[in-house]
T-cell receptor, first 116, second 114 residues
Framework: DSGVTQTPKHLITATGQRVTLRCSPRSGDLSVYWYQQSLDQGLQFLIQYYNGEERAKGNILERFSAQQFPDLHSELNLSSLELGDSALYFC???????????????FGSGTRLTVV | EDQVTQSPEALRLQEGESSSLNCSYTVSGLRGLFWYRQDPGKGPEFLFTLYSAGEEKEKERLKATLTKKESFLHITAPKPEDSATYLCAVQAPWNSNSGYALNFGKGTSLLVTP
């Protein structure tokens, strides 16, 4: 157990629907990062939050949004889902706004999203 | 734009057959190069961070090295339990798009057979 908790583990939904993925960071970590992993693209950075504020934005679609709450858990909202959104979504955390010297980011076990 | 390229995409080794995985990168002002291991259906697990050319780090049968353009992950006398996907990532200086986010390569899928 890495200490980063992601729920749900699996999600199957229909095109056009909206889903919410949840992440609880490792205790003491202030930064949360969201990544999307597909077979052809590898791990793609979506967005980062640090202590409740958006810190950096990567290749995140306008249909996707995220937030980090006062208790530091984060949610990734995916709307108007398309078949191509099927992927593994990972959350990672770190103490500071950058990767830790000794262990980089700590990743959760991911949410596998299947859009049918 | 920063780029990370890993080769080969897939590698099959016999148990005990040593080899190396390559990670080539182009980034201005590398802050760190990270190696992760990922098992099927699981999140990446941190292995090493390297910061400057010439640096080496070891962990059990794995040894990571860094030059100004690439990093190698050497696997000595691998065992079947070393089978996994190995990911390389770079951290560049802060930029307005991705902040300090790690930029990952697509990985090398390693299979070690008995």
């Amino acid at each position: 157990d890495s200490g980063v908790t992601q729920t749900p583990k699996h999600l199957i939904t229909a095109t056009g629907q909206r889903v919410t993925l949840r992440c609880s960071p490792r205790s003491g970590d202030l930064s949360v990062y969201w990544y999307q992993q597909s077979l052809d693209q590898g791990l793609q950075f979506l967005i980062q939050y640090y202590n409740g504020e958006e810190r950096a934005k990567g290749n995140i679609l306008e249909r996707f949004s995220a937030q980090q709450f006062p208790d530091l858990h984060s949610e990734l909202n995916l709307s108007s889902l398309e078949l191509g959104d099927s992927a593994l979504y990972f959350c990672a955390s770190s103490v500071s706004g950058t990767a830790n010297t000794n262990y980089g980011y700590t990743f959760g076990s991911g949410t596998r999203l299947t859009v049918v | 734009e920063d780029q990370v390229t890993q080769s080969p995409e897939a590698l099959r080794l016999q148990e005990g057959e040593s080899s190396s995985l390559n990670c080539s990168y182009t980034v201005s002002g590398l802050r760190g190069l990270f190696w992760y291991r990922q098992d099927p259906g699981k999140g990446p697990e941190f292995l090493f961070t390297l910061y400057s050319a010439g640096e080496e780090k070891e962990k059990e049968r794995l040894k990571a090295t860094l030059t100004k353009k690439e990093s190698f992950l050497h696997i000595t006398a691998p065992k079947p339990e070393d089978s996994a996907t190995y990911l390389c990532a770079v951290q560049a200086p802060w930029n307005s798009n991705s902040g300090y986010a790690l930029n990952f390569g697509k990985g090398t899928s390693l299979l070690v057979t008995p």
